[in-house]
Every structure is written in C-alpha cells, then in structure tokens.
C-alpha cells in the first residue's frame, strides 16, 4: 500500500532531491558560517572576537524566538501576519518598566543586576500582555473574520495597531531611550575561552530556554496545544470535530502575546528600551518565522537562532547597521533551495 | 419517529441555490445512501444538515430536535457526526492525536473509545504514532472514520468514503460501514459509487438537479431500469 515505491531517480531529479533536503540546508549554513569566519580572519579579528560574537547570537536567537514563536502561532491558528507583534514586545517592554517603577526598589540579586522587581513585572505583565492582545483581537480582528476580509485587510489593521502601541509608548515614556534600572553597573564575567558575557544574558537565555520547553510540552502534551496544532492543520475539520474555536483562539494569544512581552523584557534587559526596539525587530522575526516554514512552531525556534547568529556574526566583518540585511540575505538563500522553508514538507 | 429528518429543505451558497427543496429520512439503526450524478447537491445535503450550510427554507430534525442551522460544534454533543469528502484528517498530528481531537469535547480518559477504533481498524493501532498526512489514502480514510466515531454518534454521516481508493480499499471500507452499523450506528452516506452503496444500503435516494427524484430500499433501486438509465450509467 506503500505510495513511496518510485522508480530509479534519474541523475539529475537525484541532484535536485539533494539540494532541496534539509541536510544540505545545514550544511549549507555551516558553509555560510565558515564564508563569515574567512571573511572575519581576513579583516583580522580574533577568534576569541568571532566565538564572543557567535555566544552573542546565540542569545540574542533566544529573545528573538521569543517573539518567532507567537509570530508562527498566530499565522497558523489565524491565517494573518501580525505586523504588530513587534511593537507588542516594546509595549510589554514598557509595561515592565511601569511596574518596576511603582514596586519599592531592592537590592540586586547579585550576580544580576535586576532585583526581585523584574521578576515579579514578568509574573504580573506576561499574562497581562497576553490578555490584552487576545482583546485586541476581538476589538480588531474578529470582526474582519466575521466579515472575511481580505489578507491585506489584516496586514493593515495589525499595521495600524503596531503604530497605535508604539504611540502610547511615546506618549507615556517619551521617544528617548532608558533602562530598567539607570546608572546600575552590568559588570561583565568571562565564561570561557576570553569569550564575556553578562550574567544577565546568562538568565535571559535560561529562561527564553525554559519557555520555549513550556510551549513544546504544551503543544505536544495538553489538550488545549493538540487542538491549537488541529485548528492550525485544518480549521474545518477542527470545528467539525467540536473543538472550540474561540478557545483555541483565546490560548493562542495568551501564548504568542505573553511570550511577545516576556521577549521584549528580555531584550530590553540585555540592551536598553527604546520606542522603536520592537519594530526593528519584526522584521528579523518574520524573516526567522519563513526560514522556519511560515506557521511551524519548531521552525520558528530554528530560524530564529539561524537569524540571531547570522545578524552578530556578520559584524565581524562588516559594519553591524547591516546585520539585518545579512540575515535576510541568508533567509533568501536558504528559501532559494527550499521555498517551504526549513521545516516545510517538500512537494 | 426517524431519527434524521430533513423537509423541504432549500438551500444553497450566496446567490445559488443548489437545493430545490430536498426530503429524506433516516431510521434508527439504518444505512441511507445518497446517490446521483455530480454537482445534485449530494455533499451540499451533508453540509447542510452539519450546520456548515443554513437552510432558506425547511427544517432538519434530529432526535425529535429542530436543528435546522445549528453549529457543527453543538450537533457532535447531540451524537450526530461527519466524515467530509476530502481534507478529512489532521495532516500533521500522529494517527492517535487525530483520534484524541474526535473525542474532544468529551472530558477524561478517552482510551476505551480509542480502543474500540484500533478493534474496528487494527491498521490504525499498528501506526498509532505515524503521522496521518504520510498516510496512504485507504489509511486516512480508516483515520477519518475512527476520528468521526470516538464519540460513539448516533449518526455517522459519511462523504463520498470510497473516493480515489482501488476497488480492494473500496470494498474494505464498505465492509466497516457495515460493521459500524451492525453496532448501532446509524449512517448516511453519499456515494458516486453507486452499485456499491445501493446494494449494501437499506435505503437510498436519488438525488437530481437538488431535489429527491426517486427513493426506496437499496436493492430495489438498483433493479429499477429507470433509474440504471438516469443514474447508475445503465
């Protein structure tokens, strides 16, 4: 009953069948990575530099997945891309700054340089950030469903909307640039081999890290994960099977929307908070999202650290106002051999 | 009373109408076939009474229930269920998780329903973890029926079951609608198979131009000259 007895491949579909697998895709980033550590080695940067760099994309792979995870997981449950999940990492970014600032200030929990009120803003904005994004989507987005509205018609209300939130961030926080806490030292410590990272960075990688498990175990354990990977699969059959709908909506939001905010805390942990930092952001995201296959969850997490490590490493050699351009440079490679993306089934 | 009526029922998509006022019964413990050249309205019937589809006019009554127009998510509660044409797995979930989405508004422990599925389809047991879209086409089938009887229906509703199989397949499936029914579910199907489901239906209809033109027991359909002239392809 087998379907997959074909016959003798000619030489050339035998080529095609290997350019287009995913193990040449590997190796074909690895090769990419080696062009970056000639080019490096030819500008004269050290190896300690490079590896320094490569950590460096590593964890800024972790924020970024943060944010890929939601983008993928409202394309799949939703069928929209949601040009706003950007500026809804800034506006949980901001809404962590808001409740660090009202809680009384304790001392660092050495060796970080945040004390207990960063981890209670992530326990109290994470979900709230995930509640009101799920609200935005029935003020906004159920109503385009209803009517059903053209894709062009989600991308620009989610647009609108990503300009609204950056706008309250102008209003409440003004356009200049701050931190979670001004003036407090970030010493940095050497992990290993002269590469320095801030122990900071360390907690941002562990708990992107810790996330990223709670949602694997969540798709692939509960109830709630298996019918939002159904509804993903085929919407139809999902109703027809009594799944509710509006249910696989609401977690799906609770999900992408509080990873989104957790994301934007954590990087602007790492490196400061500004008004724009999200919607510079969602480009890398999206990019990260289509090399993984648009609507993959496990995709997005390999795209995202593919993108993450690409961006950094590529400063090593050319100015680092490129970066962006790098990583989508190395999404188009990486699309022009396997359209469907990493993650994709081929045809 | 049967426990699936359906009355005068017109309907159609946006401005077109397909159904010009369709009639049909269905009986407790009964297999009903729905036959007919293509583009009758067949699976337009069966979108219909699952809520896909509202009726213009008539009324669908289940159970002594008017659910003319209600959502598919509240009929699976009331035991009727729906096997659609095509597209009718998850694709990306394992076999087992296709079956664990059929008994989902149920809460608690869904391994006796599952175990009755594997009894009825032992193929399915042996590929529990395999995903359904690397399936071939008779498995997903056997996946698409054990999905629609996890919540052990009272109706099971079945669209085109046999389409794009080889004749072998199309006559195991049959043999397990039979099987499904001999356990007291009820079923109505469409086919374009049409010997095949007449001969082991109780009842059929035939459905042209979206109206019943002739209906009796499945035997004496496939005898009736007429309709082998009209219908069958002589």
Known sequence: MTENSSPALRPGERVRNLLTSRAFIYVLLGLVLLGFVIAAQAKGVSANSLLSLFVRGTLLGGTLALGAVGVTLVFAVLKMANFAHGDTMTFGAYMGLLVIMVLPKGPPLAPFSFGYEFLL??????????????????????????????????????????????????IFWGADFTYYYVGRARPAVELFAGVRVRPDQLFILGLAVVLIVGVYLLLERTKIGKAMRATADNPDLARVSGIDTNRVILWTWLIGGGLAAAGGMLYALD????????????????????????????????????????????????????????????????????????????? | MPLLTVENVVSGYGEMQVLRGVNLT??????????????????????????????????????GRNISGMAPEKLVKLGLSYVPQVENVFPNLTVEENLDMGGYTLSGSLDQQKERVYELFPRLAERRRQRAGKMSGGERQMVAMGRALMLDPKLLMLDEPSAGL?????????????????????????????KKSLALADRGYVLATGQNQVDGPGEKLLGDPEVARLYLGG
Do not use: C
């Not at chain 1, 690409?310 to 490129?322: D, E, G, H, K, L």
């Open chain 1, 121 to 170: 803003a992530l326990l109290i904005v994470v979900p709230l950030i995930g509640l009101f994004t799920f609200g935005l989507d029935q003020a906004i987005f159920r109503p385009l469903r209803a009517r059903r509205a053209q894709p062009i018609m989600f991308a620009m209300a989610a647009l609108g909307l990503a300009f609204g939130l950056r706008s309250l961030v102008y």
């Open chain 2, 26 to 63: 269905v009986g407790h413990n009964e297999i009903v076939s729905i036959v007919g050249p293509n583009g009758a309205g067949k699976s337009t019937v069966m979108k219909l009474v699952f809520g896909l589809l509202k009726p213009w006019e008539g009324a669908v009554t289940f159970d």
């Open chain 2, 166 to 194: 080889a004749p072998l397949l199309v006559d195991m499936i049959f043999e397990k609608v039979v099987e499904v029914n001999k356990a007291g579910v009820a079923v109505l199907m469409v086919e374009q198979n049409a």
């Open chain 1, 271 to 347: 490196v400061q908070l500004r008004p724009e930092m999200g919607w510079w952001l969602l480009l890398p995201l999206f990019a990260s999202v289509i090399l993984g296959t648009l609507g993959n969850a496990y995709g997005a997490l390999a795209g995202a650290f593919v993108i993450g490590i690409v961006w950094q490493m590529s400063s090593a050699f050319i100015n680092p106002t490129y970066g962006h351009g790098v990583a989508f440079l190395v999404m188009v490679l990486v699309l022009l051999f396997r359209p469907e993306g990493l993650f994709g089934r081929s045809k």
